[in-house]
């Protein structure tokens, strides 16, 4: 019986969602067919598992070659069901062929992902409690602080940061540790608005401590 779980493995993805629709996108990876060139603004792709619905565009992907390079890529076009290219903005690095990106995009250099309760509660004397002081929870509430650190060329940061800028939600997804005899760890969900604040100093690592305040309830998917 495993008593505790380290966090190591524990990853985070991000994905826009469109203003007022809460709905959970849906997860794929897409591979490159053909190597992209350095300047081009169309990626030749198949994507596995097939999506039910289009995804909308802006989104950032980040497509790891099979060295384990990172190829950054903001696709501009709404990517349809059945597509077979990316529309992007002009790739400032080719992509070779058989580079692969997961959607969402997981939220990369994350240091920590606590999650926080921000309840709302009552004071209140009733007979049954014999008139001690009890509480009564008027309001609920979570937060997500995801300390870590900047990079510019990490798909998550740049979809955070879109967000943050024009006032969108977004949908996030933690995965935590497998336990042992199990194929998933625990899942949480939801919706939420961004904060991202920057620290930046002289003689150190610039950090992005990125806040999500969620909006509505959370939804916890057990180990399977």
Known sequence: MTLALVGRGSSVQIALIQSGQRVIPPTTVFTT????????????????????????????????????????????????TNATTLTVEDLHAGIPAGSTASYPPILGTRESANLTDADKDADIMVFENAGWQDSLTTML??????????????????????????????????????????????????????????????????????????RGPLTFVAPS
């Open 33 to 80: 067919g053909s190597a992209a060139a350095s300047g081009a603004t169309s990626i030749s792709v198949t994507f596995t598992p097939e999506i039910s619905v289009p995804l909308i565009a802006p989104l950032w992907l980040n497509f790891i070659d099979p060295s384990g390079k990172s190829y950054l890529a903001q696709v501009t076009g709404n990517v349809a």
């Open 141 to 214: 509430g979570n937060g997500l602080d995801l300390n870590g650190f900047y990079s510019p060329e990490d798909a998550g940061w740049n979809t955070a940061l879109y967000a943050r800028l024009n006032f969108l939600e977004v949908f996030f997804q933690i995965s935590l540790p497998v336990p042992p005899g199990y194929t998933t760890g625990q899942i949480i969900q939801g919706f939420g608005a961004v904060k991202m604040p920057l620290e930046v100093p002289a003689d150190g690592i610039i950090k992005a401590n990125i806040s999500l305040k969620s």
